[in-house]
């Protein structure tokens, strides 16, 4: 039997903790849907693909990737909308896996066999996503090195885990963000493309000193010069500069985000000019100042778009446009919103139906 035909064993709980949950205030990443999927590498292959109930797990304690950092994730969302559940960009988010995977010296997983499992996972748990316009599943796929070895080369064995968190209505503030002059995210040549785990390691120390700055989040700049705007926390950045939606370009050193991808391709096909470019430090400031930058906000799974209000350069706060005028963020949230629902034509493949 070919892998992409194993067939999950599946176990369901006895006790569903659904009722538990109160689905109009969610606190982000803390309640779980009630399965987790489960899969096994060692010889060179994947096996026993399982859906169980969420729950601990045993683990040694020399298990490399506590050690050693092979650890790498996803995160993507699904909807439901009259009786039916939708992905959205799935493939995407598993073909972008499999990317981190070689980077880090893990594992691919065949597309086929990771959405079978996604899917019967999401088939289990489809209760835990309510039938509203606020509500979906935040979906955390991972895979880590589960070698019980002390020493530095690729582990022989992981594992791959899928669970899931009901999430309501992204609510954040309009974000205050300061521009990062000193410390890095990824450097030329590092893994800043990669989801690894180890990428979010190292930037808690300095989002802290931002925070105790009364900084939401840092705006990342390069590691050479600190002049050019890479991203943001786990979103990346755009902005609205002369009526052109501009972002930095893939590099390297910034995640390939799927949300920016549908950004730039919804503002193509709207007719909008569209830049993909270094941008720096000095021309997002002189934009501000002079009036022609008329929108900048994150985009990443979690919020979709989040609103910049406030940029913070060498201890001096520059305001933005207020976020009600900004049309075309405005607008591609609630076009995206829409077409994860199947509210809208689907015209470029990026939903699947479970
Ligand atoms: C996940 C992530 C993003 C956003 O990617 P999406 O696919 O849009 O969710 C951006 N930057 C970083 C560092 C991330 O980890």
Request: net charge negative; charged share 25%; hydrophobic share 35%.
């Amino acid at each position: 039997m070919s892998t992409e035909t194993l067939a999950i064993k599946i176990t369901k709980t006895k006790e569903s903790r659904i009722n538990e949950v109160d689905f109009n205030n969610i606190p982000f990443g803390k309640v779980f849907s009630d399965h987790m999927f489960t899969m096994d590498y060692k010889d060179g292959e994947w096996s026993n693909p399982e859906i169980l109930p969420f729950g601990k797990m045993l683990f040694s304690p020399a298990m490399s990737s506590i050690h050693y950092g092979q650890s790498i994730f996803e995160g993507m969302k699904a909807f439901r909308k009259d009786g039916e559940v939708y992905t959205f960009r799935a493939k995407d988010n598993f073909a972008r896996l499999n990317r981190s995977a070689d980077r880090m010296c893990m594992p691919n997983i065949p597309n086929e066999l990771v959405m079978n499992g996604l899917k019967e996972l999401l088939r289990t748990d489809k209760e835990w996503i309510p039938e509203n316009e606020t509500n979906s599943l935040y979906i955390r796929p991972f895979m880590f090195a589960t070698d019980e070895y002390v020493g530095i080369r690729p582990s022989e064995t992981y594992k791959f885990m899928i669970f899931c968190c009901p999430v309501g209505n992204y609510y954040s503030e309009p974000l205050k963000v300061k521009i990062e002059t000193h410390f890095t995210r990824a450097a030329n040549g590092g893994v800043g493309e990669a989801k690894a785990a180890g990428n979010y390691a190292s930037s808690l120390y300095p989002a802290k000193l931002a925070n105790e700055q009364g900084y939401h989040q840092l705006l990342w700049t390069d590691s050479k010069e600190h002049k050019y705007i890479e991203e943001s926390g786990t979103m990346n950045v755009l902005f609205v500069i002369n009526n052109t939606l501009i972002t930095p370009s893939l590099s390297g050193t910034i995640l390939p985000g799927i949300t920016r991808n549908s950004v730039l391709t919804i503002a193509k096909d709207w007719g909008y000019n569209v830049e993909e470019r270094q941008i720096t430090v000095t021309e997002v400031i002189e934009a501000i100042k002079n009036g022609t930058l008329t929108e900048a906000f994150g985009a990443g799974t979690a919020a979709t778009i989040a609103q910049i209000q406030t940029i913070g350069l060498d201890g001096m706060d520059y305001e933005l446009p207020e976020i009600k005028g900004r049309e075309f963020s405005n607008r591609v949230l609630k076009f995206l919103n829409n077409i994860k629902r199947g509210q809208e034509t689907d015209k470029w493949g990026w939903i699947d139906t479970v």
